[in-house]
């Protein structure tokens, strides 16, 4: 049987990140006069930190000052997770039962390396990731599929032998133009605005390396 891979988002898939980000994004739009609110947030979610700040700003800034802003939140974001960190119900369990499994394991991740490498390090699993590309790695952010294209290339397994667990509609959008399979955790999005993935679950505690072997061969 040929080798199977699971690609992990990382903010809300490993790590329960979302107030981290939040509150760096407000500390950061509040240093420039600006609000910034949870529907923007959630506007925003799975797009890389230079993508979200271009959205709003790009024709206000030069590239230089929105690579500046980008950093700044990136930091405030480290700050706080440092503070707090969250790993994902069932995330470590699900990581260890997919190696033990035989699965190949990889990140795909909007954020910056400095970002993720913190995440892998707090969940004390970063040798069980043959792949890690980060928002760093691609010129083109979730929707579009060039992170997880790059993780499948790195890890040597071809797309359709792929699944990808994210919490985004942008993620999932990404894995399926990408031609893998998209499993969807609810949580920062719910179950109708993710509904065009192969498969949604509550919690990460619902999938095992049998049900997604299952879902990947459909």
Same mark, same amino acid.
């Given at each position: 049987?040929?080798?199977?891979?699971?690609?992990?988002?990382?903010?809300?898939?490993?790590?329960?990140?979302?107030?981290?980000?939040?509150?760096?994004?407000?500390?950061?739009?509040?240093?420039?006069?600006?609000?910034?609110?949870?529907? /923007?947030?959630?506007?925003?979610?799975?797009?890389?930190?230079?993508?979200?700040?271009?959205?709003?700003?790009?024709?206000?800034?030069? /590239?230089?000052?929105?690579?500046?802003?980008?950093?700044?939140?990136?930091?405030?974001?480290?700050?706080?997770?440092?503070?707090?960190?969250?790993?994902?119900?069932?995330?470590?369990?699900?990581?260890?039962?997919?190696?033990?499994?035989?699965?190949?394991?990889?990140?795909?991740?909007?954020?910056?390396?400095? !970002?993720?490498?913190?995440?892998?390090?707090?969940?004390?699993?970063?040798?069980?990731? &043959? &792949?890690?590309?980060?928002?760093?790695?691609?010129?083109?952010?979730?929707? /579009?599929?060039?992170?997880f294209q790059m993780v499948?290339?790195?890890?040597?397994?071809?797309?359709?032998?792929?699944?990808?667990?994210?919490? &985004?509609?942008?993620?999932?959008?990404?894995?399926?133009?990408?031609?893998?399979?998209?499993?969807?955790?609810?949580?920062?999005? !719910?179950?109708?605005?993710?509904?065009? &993935? /192969?498969?949604?679950?509550?919690?990460?505690?619902?999938?095992?390396?049998?049900?997604?072997?299952?879902?990947?061969?459909?």
């Amino acid at each position: 049987m040929s080798t199977l891979a699971i690609i992990f988002d990382m903010d809300g898939v490993l790590v329960d990140s979302y107030e981290a980000h939040f509150a760096s994004w407000s500390r950061m739009y509040g240093e420039l006069g600006l609000d910034y609110t949870e529907q /923007d947030f959630a506007a925003d979610f799975g797009r890389t930190s230079r993508d979200i700040i271009r959205r709003r700003l790009g024709d206000q800034l030069s /590239d230089v000052q929105i690579s500046e802003l980008d950093a700044r939140k990136e930091a405030f974001f480290r700050d706080s997770l440092r503070e707090h960190f969250t790993t994902m119900e069932g995330a470590i369990e699900l990581i260890d039962a997919l190696s033990a499994d035989g699965f190949l394991l990889g990140v795909g991740s909007s954020g910056p390396p400095e !970002n993720v490498g913190l995440c892998l390090e707090k969940l004390g699993r970063r040798e069980k990731f &043959a &792949a890690v590309v980060t928002g760093e790695d691609v010129r083109r952010g979730k929707p /579009d599929p060039q992170v997880f294209q790059m993780v499948s290339d790195r890890l040597g397994v071809a797309p359709e032998r792929c699944a990808v667990i994210e919490d &985004a509609v942008h993620g999932i959008e990404a894995a399926q133009r990408a031609g893998m399979k998209g499993i969807a955790l609810v949580g920062t999005a !719910n179950r109708e605005q993710l509904s065009k &993935a /192969d498969l949604i679950v509550e919690s990460l505690r619902d999938l095992s390396p049998r049900s997604v072997r299952a879902l990947i061969s459909s």
